[in-house]
């Protein structure tokens, strides 16, 4: 039996050192044939003497299901950075280190991973706790899916007590290649490769994170109990790395602040080389003595600073301007372009937002345009470049009639509006565009259907409207092309189960004129149930703080319209429920208005959203006198501008989570 455990033993630490062959320093030492018949073995010899299988082994990588996540306090506190656009401001954090510490204080540059932030603690060499950032203080444990990430370590190359933080990331191929397939399903694509890595970690059926093509740089370490605890940054990163961590390739120890600023400008368009998504560089001071010296402030390192990259531009050029039909029918004219990198993808068109906007920037077809994206996501056409033959080129026309073919109804203006409007109730295109709407995320969020699975069903006349989703049978589904039995039970159960969502959901599925996720919110809580909805008048409509006399007639008119009331008796008579609305746990933001801006680092402005109205507050989408706070993001738009010329209160995404928790 001895020789038993001895061949799992030596079979465990040879495939770990395979592994990080492998998977971290990205050098294969034996074939995948090999490989295999290693793991088999263990696998074999782990299924005879099931006694014998332990946490650490390469097998236990497999994956379960939860029922959820728990959330749990982290053992030290994981800090936010402050961050800097400008090397001026560098220039000066370095000062006030060199005034007080000495002339060439030592700094260590690291490439700022764009991914999930996470916190592992091992024991005696293995892994016990992977938890998310979460606010710094508490996280949620997501150790089972963590230990799928074939590049973390489940047992370390010595029996080290250490904390290590790191950034959980997908590579760009695999991004790529991820949402290709998700698209092919007709599922929803992945926003950026962050967004697709923050949501194969948190899947509660944690073989699903194990399919998806995940791995980490480790950035930090927190050592106890160790004889000779590393006496620099540095040289704590080449300890890790010798533990059997990812530590990046591209970290460099610079001998003053000139050498870190020549590696941001290195880095600031090399990066798009690089097969993950990085947006700045992180700075420390490298001797770890400063480093507790220094200290802290309320929520960053004093010893750390972050240098964000600008959003990219690049010039391309406009091929075509195609139009589209949105839910409402407004026709939303789009630029077609040369594809061009930006920001580490490939893109290939822009909206031009409505045609105020077209002949603002005056694009014209053939037009050379520079392109950013805003908030690093959606493409935007920001100006053309006049490169001589713009003059002679025709300028872009307004069009007479809906671009889909199956309607060519005539277009039209509305009083008081600038977009132009397709002028029939019916048009096919406005129609998938409800549906499509319907099945969204921030609507009636019905998982796995996507743009080409409506496609397939409004063609197959499968459906006509959103709720003919309701009507589909397992029968009907599986007709669709490339979808088989398990394929339809999926898509059928996720159907059944958006028929409970709750109401504010709903009212928003209904895309009443210009009633977002915002009113839907507030009306939801105000009438409970759509019944109650239905039997308001305009006069109690347009008394509710947020709807105002315009939007009450909308309301009305839409409930009192003979096809809206056929609409709900259908979906009523098909089991179209809402759940009960949830009211809010607390009231200390009560009749605080909150305005968001900005990409957040922990949560999504979604997330946000549903934390300000759980604690009684409510959200608006535009900065006027009567916000209370803006609560800001990296790379905020205008909104922040206008916040601070009115002298609106500014919340950064860590004091909004400290007024939380101090005010409850």
Known sequence: MV??????????DEINKHNYKYYVEDAPSISDFDYDMLFKELKDLEEKHPEYKTPDSPTQRVGTTSEKFFSQKHKYRLYSLDNTYKYEDLESWYKKITDEYGQDVELVCELKIDGLAIALTYENGLLIDGLTRGDGITGENITTNLKTIKSIPLKLFENANVEVRGEIYMPKTSFIKLNEENIQKGEKAFANPRNAAAGSVRQLDSTITAKRDLS?????????NIENPPKTHYESLMY?????????????LCKNVKEAIAYCQEWENKRFELNYATDGVVIKVNKTSIQEDMGFTARAPKWATAFKFPPEEATTTVLDIELGVGKTGAITPVAKLEPVLLAGSTVSRASLHNFDE????????????????AAEIIPKVIKVVDDGNHRRRAKYGLPERCPDPECNSKLEFREGEVSLYCSNPDCPAKMRAKIEFWASKDAMDIDFVGPSIIEQMYKKKLIKSPVDFYELT??????LDLVKEKSAQNLYSAIQASKHRPLKRLITAFCIKNVGKETSDILANEYGTLEKLQEATIEELAAINGVGGKMAIEIFEFFHNPKTIEMLKRLK??????????????????????????????MTRDEASEKIKMYGGKTASSVSKNTSFVLVGENPGSKLDKAEKLGVIILTEEKFLEMIKEQN
Not at 3 to 12: C, Q, W
Not at 240 to 252: D, E, M, Q
């Open 474 to 479: 397992m029968e009907k589904l599986m007709t």
């Open 358 to 373: 077209v002949w603002r920037l005056d694009v014209r077809i053939g037009d050379k345009v520079v392109i950013k994206k």
């Open 3 to 12: 020789a038993v455990i001895d061949r799992i033993n030596f079979l465990k």
């Open 240 to 252: 890790l790395k010798k533990l059997g961590f990812k530590v990046n390739p591209n970290i460099k």
């Open 573 to 602: 008579a098909l089991g179209v429920e809402p759940a009960p609305q949830e009211m809010p746990k607390s009231d200390i933001l009560k009749g605080k208005t909150f305005v968001l801006t900005g990409t957040l680092k922990n």
């Open 216 to 224: 980490i740089w480790v950035y930090s370490s927190i050592f106890e």
